[in-house]
Nanobody, 118 residues
């Protein structure tokens, strides 16, 4: 059973930084597929933040380009994906979800809250 466990959210002032982590385990295939981060603010649709392939090719949503960096560590049957968030803005406030995209289905973490406020 694939599991995604997120950590690293919290409260930060505008201009500050946070790093989110997501550990994926439970299948030998987790290291094969793309992973990513999405976010959802109250009253808004879930949106792409960043994705990364197993070979390290990254893709970013327009609103975070130049400020956020996604990376991943493949170690045996566990993959950890990181999201380094710099120059945070109040509009980055949202529930951030980790995602693993397989051909059969998408897996989601439970979400970690990021709040940017002074």
């Amino acid at each position: 059973q694939v599991q995604l466990v997120e950590s690293g959210g919290g409260l930060v002032q505008p201009g500050g930084s946070l790093r989110l982590s997501c550990a994926a385990s439970g299948s030998i295939f987790v290291r094969i597929y793309p992973m990513g981060w999405y976010r959802q603010a109250p009253g808004k649709q879930r949106e792409l933040v960043a994705t990364i392939t197993n070979s390290g090719t990254a893709n970013y949503g327009d609103s975070v380009k130049g400020r956020f960096t996604i990376s991943r560590d493949n170690v045996k049957n566990t993959v950890t994906v990181y999201l380094q968030m710099n120059s945070l803005k109040p509009e980055d406030t949202a529930l951030y979800y980790c995602n693993l995209a397989t051909p059969g289905r998408a897996y989601w973490g439970q979400g970690t809250q990021v709040t940017v406020s002074s």
